[in-house]
């Protein structure tokens, strides 16, 4: 039941409503990393860092089932860099500085004992960096799932429609939906998202939930209503690595358990907003997503006889 | 089994994206009521129309059970009349005309047999006329909601506060919740809301859904994804109608009904804006309700075991 994460590992400097934090640690991968971590081991990494990451950073995440034989480690370079603010409704923000560092020619080398792994989960990264990782499997996994966002339906949607043609599931948020459809309405562009390649859709509308798309089927994930959303930073990937971790631990890829992957991973994005970066992910047990799952079981409950 | 209907009978010209409605029948209590009438008969309508009102809208309410002894009708004044063009969001219009007419003046008079009902939903109006309605009733009812909106925030915020501490249920949307209460998380909004007068609230999202709240539980109802949203207008009255309808039918008001209240507004909000005005409210029948509180029952439903 191996897993292979790919994404960014980085800094973030965020700015929210309510505080503004240093250079913390964040990056898709380690988000999903964190988040999947909960309920599958090992996770296979693959992404690249400068010789400015912590060990303590690599170290804990190993603690947590991650391998990081496919982490490249530039000791004379520096990390993926970036910088935000977010505007009131925590759903908008600014990018206020990227620096690529080491991402900028980042060419990922696949180690033997990552070559069959059952599921992939491609975070939000260059899609060419994505390609490269799928070309070099063994086998076709049993299932590949693929987070991205506009920055590459903007500078690269060639090779980003080459990445969705090959995934089964694909998750963008709704304003992406309709960017890389073309369509307003969400069911008319899911359908035309499908066309391109896979069979399940993900649509995140963050404070208002999640769609799942399969087919003519749909299911609709609610977000926990929260007193505050502290920093959403890495909400999406922890969504993603919920979903990814749920799916793999059960190996179970029927749309009903995809159902409750979304739920899982809704769980897991609920308790990432909750703090700056990861700490709060550091911080939950087991027992604190199941009684989190059951409030969206509780959520979304309800018993209707038709009169 | 008695439901008294207050709120508007009116005129509406409607432009949206996909096309432009001549002068059609519209106003609160006209969606409440054709949505409701599905669920609970008789219903006693409150409202005040002009002798433009065509006698052939009223006598289509009677033959739905809709009482109109209480609907005075000035024949020589003209009915309220809005004009209003929708955004492609669908979620945020403008307001091109609003004519008062026969509702700068009206006094609702209750007539006897009114006097008694054992709900009253107070569909959106000045908050003024809502007050004169409740000290009429002999006895409190077993359930009082109102529905109102950001407009008496702006203009008539004493009245309204008047009114929002003898009603039960309130029902604002996202917007509204948040300049009412002062608070721009939805949670620490409804608290607040909740501490003048109301015990349960609910906060209508449009396309995103609706949140019930209850003290310190809370309930969600997705909105069903649809390919089109021809025309929102009324969507939010006849989710008002089927919730209160719904709520009359089954004389239960414990917070587990009041989900199903939800579920059965939101079915009927979303025939509402399949089609201009009131035509597609006018064309469904109890098996297209019943499948279509099937679809949401399908859209929300997963069977997670934490393992």
Known sequence: MSLIVVGTMAFDAIETPFGKSDRIIGGAATYISWSASNFTRPIHQVSVVGGDFPESELNALQERGVQIDGV????????????GRYHLDMNTRDTLD??????ADFDPVLPESYKNAEFLMLGNLVPAVQLKVISQLQQKP??????????WMDTALDDLKKVIQQVDVLMVNDSEARQLSGEYSLVKAARAIMNMGPTYLVIKKGEHGALLFHGNQVFFAPALPLEEVFDPTGAGDTFAGGFIGYIAQTKDISFDNMKNGIIVGSAMASFCVEKFGTERLKEISKADIDA?????????NFDINLI
Chains 1, 2 share one sequence.
């Not at 989190?292 to 979304?300: D, T």
């Open 142 to 151: 049993k299932l590949t799932v693929m987070d991205t966002m506009n920055f």
């Open 98 to 103: 990227t620096q690529l560092n080491v991402l």
């Open 72 to 83: 490249q480690i530039k000791k004379d370079e520096k990390s993926f860099f970036w910088s």
């Open 292 to 300: 989190r799952i059951k409030e969206f079981v509780q959520l979304v």
